[in-house]
């Protein structure tokens, strides 16, 4: 029975993260601002308000609760992943990259961080390792809408522009 106990900060940082999913930002904040109050060097709840102030626009403070999630946790996999995304949404696909491949050295079948990855490879022109990538995600995450939307581009890149329908028509279908 004890094990099934939670701190406060713990019990903060669960109805952080179901309010994220709710997607009800000002409850996912409260909540994880809450957690850092008790326990100021939580990665889950940097991580967690990090991901509220990127929703919010809040890009450089966001990056910055990412460094402090991951000087806290080197090894926390989810902060890497939304350091990714926090770069990638601020155009910075270089640093971008390099927190997608850290994430997938942490947690190899990560199909955000995959998909992630094939996209910028995509972008960049490598369309060798961006289907690998793409692959990856999608093996784990089948209907994984960027990793399908990186081999269209790819595809587009190569000419064929039927195969590049075909992979989205299907994902567009749901």
Same mark, same amino acid.
């Given at each position: $029975?004890?094990?099934?106990?939670?701190?406060?900060?713990?019990?903060?940082?669960?109805?952080?993260?179901?309010?994220?999913?709710?997607?009800?930002?000002?409850?996912?904040?409260?909540?994880?601002?809450?957690? =850092? #109050?008790?326990?100021?060097?939580?990665?889950?709840? =940097?991580?967690?308000?990090?991901?509220?102030?990127?929703?919010?626009?809040?890009?450089?403070?966001? !990056?910055?609760?990412?460094?402090?999630?991951?000087?806290?946790?080197?090894?926390?996999?989810?902060?890497?992943?939304?350091?990714?995304?926090?770069?990638? &949404?601020?155009? &910075? $696909?270089?640093?971008?990259?390099?927190?997608?491949?850290?994430? /997938?050295?942490?947690?190899?079948?990560?199909?955000?961080?995959?998909?992630?990855?094939? &996209? /910028?490879?995509?972008?960049?022109?490598? &369309?060798?390792?961006?289907?690998?990538?793409?692959?990856?995600?999608? #093996?784990?995450?089948?209907?994984? !809408? /960027?990793? #399908?939307?990186?081999?269209?581009? $790819?595809?587009?890149?190569?000419?064929?522009?039927?195969?590049?329908?075909?992979?989205?028509?299907? !994902?567009?279908?749901?």
């Amino acid at each position: $029975m004890l094990g099934l106990m939670t701190t406060p900060a713990q019990h903060h940082a669960d109805l952080g993260w179901q309010a994220l999913l709710a997607d009800d930002n000002a409850a996912a904040e409260r909540h994880f601002r809450a957690t =850092l #109050t008790l326990a100021p060097a939580d990665p889950e709840a =940097l991580t967690g308000l990090a991901q509220v102030l990127r929703r919010q626009g809040h890009l450089r403070d966001a !990056v910055l609760l990412c460094d402090a999630a991951i000087r806290a946790a080197p090894d926390y996999a989810h902060a890497w992943l939304e350091r990714a995304f926090v770069l990638a &949404s601020g155009g &910075s $696909m270089r640093l971008a990259r390099e927190c997608y491949e850290r994430t /997938i050295a942490l947690d190899p079948d990560n199909a955000q961080a995959h998909a992630g990855l094939a &996209s /910028i490879l995509a972008r960049d022109g490598d &369309s060798t390792a961006g289907r690998v990538h793409a692959a990856a995600a999608l #093996t784990v995450d089948p209907g994984n !809408v /960027i990793a #399908t939307g990186a081999l269209a581009t $790819m595809e587009l890149e190569a000419g064929n522009a039927k195969a590049a329908r075909d992979l989205v028509v299907p !994902v567009l279908a749901h």
